[in-house]
C-alpha cells in the first residue's frame, strides 16, 4: 500500500487555525461561485450518474414490488401453513427479487462508485477553475485504489445501516415477521434508524474525502487504504463538525428541491383523466429540476469542501482558477 505524502504526514497532525474557523458558509459560497461558472460540465456529470444509476434503480423498485407482493400473500395466509403451490409462488417473487438486489449491488459498486468519485473530483476541479467532462473517468484511471477506498469506506459507513435494512427485511417476510415481530416493533425500528443515521452521517462526513483523494489525477498517487487513513486525519478536530454542516446542507438543498415534485406526484394520484396525465408531466418535469439542481450543486459543495481542506493539508499550485478566487468565499484568504 502507498505511503502518504511527506506533506500530508507534516500537516496532517494538528489542525491549523483556519480549518478550525468559519467552514461551512465559506464552502457554500464557494460552491455557488463554482456552480454558475462550470453549470454545463456539472450538469453533464450528473446526467452521466443519472443514467449509471437507472438500473440500479429499476432493479431494487421491481425487487421491492416482489417483496411486496410476497408479504401481501403471507399476510393473508396468516398462521396457516403455506401449501406447495403458494411456497412455490413465493419463492418465484423472492428469488428474483435477491437476484435483482444482488445486480444493482454489483453494478452499484463496480460502475456507479468509480463514476462517483470521478463526479467529485471534476465537482473539486469545478473549484479550481479546470473541470473537464473527462474528469468522470478519473475513477476509471485509479480503478482498484478506488474500489479498495469505496469498499472500505462503504465497510465501516454502511456497515451498521445494512444490518438494520436486513433486520427490518426480516421482519417483512412471512414466517421471520411473526417470531421476530414482539422484539422488533416500528417504534424499536425508529430509534435504531435514527442512531444509525446518526453514526452514518458522521462517519460519510469523515470518509467522504477518502475516494475523491485516490483519484484526484493533481496530487499524489496513493493507495486506496491510505486514502481513507487521510481522510480521517483531514477531518479531525473542527473540520469533522464543519463536514457534518457539509452533508447536512446537500440533505437539505436535496429535500428541498425535490419536495414541490414528490408533492406534485402525490397530488397526481387523485387526479382522473387529462388532468391526471398533466399532472405526472408536471411532477416529472419539477423532480427533474429539483434533482438537477441538487445533484450539480452537491458536487460543487462537496468540491469545495475538499479543496478547503485540501488545500491546507497537500496543498497544489495554483490551489484554485483565477475567475474563481475573487468571489471563492475564503478559499484563498
Known amino acids: 500500500m502507498s505511503q502518504l505524502p511527506a506533506a500530508n504526514r507534516m500537516q496532517s497532525g494538528g489542525s491549523s487555525p483556519e480549518a478550525n474557523g468559519a467552514f461551512v458558509g465559506p464552502v457554500i459560497l464557494t460552491a455557488l461561485t463554482a456552480w454558475r461558472a462550470r453549470m454545463g460540465v456539472l450538469t453533464a456529470a450528473v ?8 438500473p440500479a434503480q429499476l432493479a431494487q423498485w421491481d425487487a421491492s414490488q416482489r417483496m411486496e407482493q410476497a408479504t401481501a400473500r403471507a399476510e393473508a395466509r396468516g398462521d396457516r401453513t403455506p401449501d406447495p403451490e403458494e411456497a412455490i409462488r413465493d419463492l418465484e417473487a423472492i428469488g428474483p427479487a435477491c437476484c ?7 453494478l452499484g459498486f463496480f460502475l456507479v462508485l468509480p463514476l462517483t468519485a470521478g463526479a467529485t473530483v471534476l465537482g473539486a476541479r469545478a473549484v479550481r477553475g479546470n473541470a473537464r467532462f473527462a474528469d468522470m473517468t478519473c475513477g476509471f484511471r485509479r480503478y482498484v485504489p478506488t474500489l479498495g477506498a469505496a469498499l472500505v469506506t462503504l465497510l465501516i459507513g454502511g456497515g451498521a445501516a445494512m444490518a438494520v435494512g436486513l433486520i427490518n427485511s426480516m421482519a417483512l417476510i ?6 421476530i415481530s414482539g422484539i422488533v416493533t416500528p417504534g424499536v425500528l425508529l430509534v435504531i434508524g435514527a442512531l444509525i443515521m446518526s453514526i452514518t452521517l458522521w462517519l460519510t462526513a469523515r470518509l467522504w474525502f477518502a475516494i475523491v483523494r485516490v483519484a484526484d489525477p493533481e496530487r499524489p498517487r496513493i493507495g486506496g487504504m491510505a486514502s481513507v487513513t ?7 478536530g473542527a473540520v469533522q463538525m464543519g463536514m457534518v454542516g457539509v452533508v447536512l446542507v446537500a440533505m437539505a438543498v436535496a429535500i428541498a428541491a425535490i419536495l414541490p ?25 419539477l423532480m427533474s429540476i429539483g434533482g438537477w439542481f441538487a445533484g450539480t450543486f452537491a458536487l460543487a459543495l462537496f468540491g469545495a469542501a475538499y479543496e478547503r481542506v485540501a488545500r491546507l493539508r497537500e496543498p497544489i499550485a495554483p490551489p484554485v482558477h483565477d475567475s474563481i478566487a475573487p468571489h471563492s468565499g475564503g478559499m484563498v484568504g
Not at 100 to 106: K, Q, R, W, Y
Not at 264 to 283: D, L, P
Open 174 to 179: 412471512g414466517s421471520a415477521s411473526r417470531a
Open 230 to 236: 487521510l481522510s480521517w486525519q483531514w477531518t479531525d
Open 261 to 285: 415534485g414528490w408533492l406534485a406526484w402525490s397530488s397526481a394520484a387523485s387526479a382522473t383523466g387529462n388532468a391526471k396525465s398533466a399532472a405526472i408531466a408536471i411532477a416529472v418535469l
Open 47 to 54: 446526467l452521466v450518474l443519472a443514467l449509471a444509476n437507472a
Open 100 to 106: 435483482n438486489l444482488c445486480g444493482a449491488t454489483l
